[in-house]
């Protein structure tokens, strides 16, 4: 079983790819609220570590050249962030299926449409192909293994 603070780890990164995908090329203030979840900061001011793991996210991907931004907004996010090249070519790469479901698993959700994609114009097939689809599509099933072998591929070329 993985850790939960790696899984948290994956989750945040793939939500902030997401979000500055949707923005790039443009700079946009980037809220941890967005990416972990609105938290209410203890009686001592303190967010919770979700929250906080969420921010340090954030500033562990613009230490690893994924993302630039300008200055902090408290902890509470990072302003006039944007996709570095090197990220933005990662997640428009095409790549084959990065995660598959396992065959006869009910539970897990398909991220290509399962066996129909012969049938799908070329072009339909080489989007779905996209690292960011491919992410997006993780999200979107919520599933932590395919989550975690995406933004890994998305870490590691």
Same mark, same amino acid.
């Given at each position: 079983? +993985? ?44 967010? =919770? ?16 050249? /994924? ?19 090197? +990220? /933005? ?39 779905? =192909? ?12 919520? =599933? ?14």
């Amino acid at each position: 079983m +993985a850790d939960i603070n790696i899984e948290k780890f994956y989750q945040h990164i793939g939500k902030i790819l997401s979000i500055l995908y949707a923005e790039f090329p443009s700079k946009t203030p980037l809220y941890v609220d967005d990416v972990a979840g609105i938290d209410t900061p203890d009686k001592y001011g303190l967010h =919770s570590p979700t929250y906080t793991a969420g921010f340090f996210a954030m500033i562990w991907l613009a230490e690893e050249d /994924f993302l630039r931004y300008s200055d902090t907004i408290h902890q509470d996010g990072i302003d006039q962030a944007c996709l570095t090249s090197k +990220a /933005f070519l990662r997640l428009t790469a095409p790549a084959d299926p990065i995660y598959v479901e396992p065959e006869g698993d009910q539970k897990v959700v398909s991220l290509h449409g399962g066996d129909r994609t012969e049938s799908l114009p070329p072009s339909v097939i080489e989007e779905r =192909s996209l690292v960011i689809n491919q992410l997006r599509s993780a999200l979107r099933a919520r =599933s932590s293994i395919a989550l975690t072998k995406v933004v890994s591929h998305i870490l590691a070329n």
